[in-house]
């Protein structure tokens, strides 16, 4: 029977790390991979969090793809449908094509000779958190063993079975929004009267006021999503 495994990975040899890392404000997600060149796929991916310029200053020099492409600009990211993004409020977001070179630990051919198929895939940092469908546990273990053979640290956040639901549950929240929401209740951010501005958690957070707000809305909707019962769209 099928299993759908949400897992992150970490190495700083993983494709576009040397960006990410660069300018950690900025989240991708991945919105297509496929290959003719199976060590060589070409990624389609959403880029959010601001910071573009130097995003694309980094992009263009980063050695884990190369033929990097804008190829749209939306200004109101409200109207892009993104699964995981926790970044800078509703604000612009930018499509990209880029093909993989051979520098980065490539897991594509990995994962598609396993017969698994990728359903979410956002990197931020030196680090990407997936959802995928594998055929088995048995091709999961094996993809997790070739993580763990190529220096790729793998941490199993969820398993579960394809008729189970994903909706309803605390793994909703991302870790960014989770943060968010600990150190503004901590901090007194939702009494009233306000104990806390909203420039004092973006500081101790070391982000913009902007993107605080916005992991605090996105997560506050999804808690209240859940407490009643419906899944986030």
Known sequence: MSVVAEFRTVSE???LSPTLRTVPEITVEVEREF???PERP???FWAHGGWFDRFESEL???PSVTDVVRLDVVEDGSAVELSRYDGSGDGECRLYRAQLTDHPVTLYPV????GAAMLELVGSGDRWDAKMR???RDALSEFRQHCLDEDVEFSLKRLYGPESSTSGTDDELTDRQREALRLALDHGYFEVPRETPLSALGDE???SDQAVSERIRRGVRSVVA???GEKES
């Open 42 to 44: 070409i990624l389609f």
């Open 111 to 114: 994962y598609v000779g396993l």
């Open 205 to 207: 957070l070391n982000v």
């Open 60 to 62: 263009h020099a980063d």
């Open 35 to 37: 290959a003719t060149d």
């Open 13 to 15: 040899e993983l494709v």
């Open 226 to 228: 859940d407490s009643l």
């Open 134 to 136: 594998f055929p088995s």
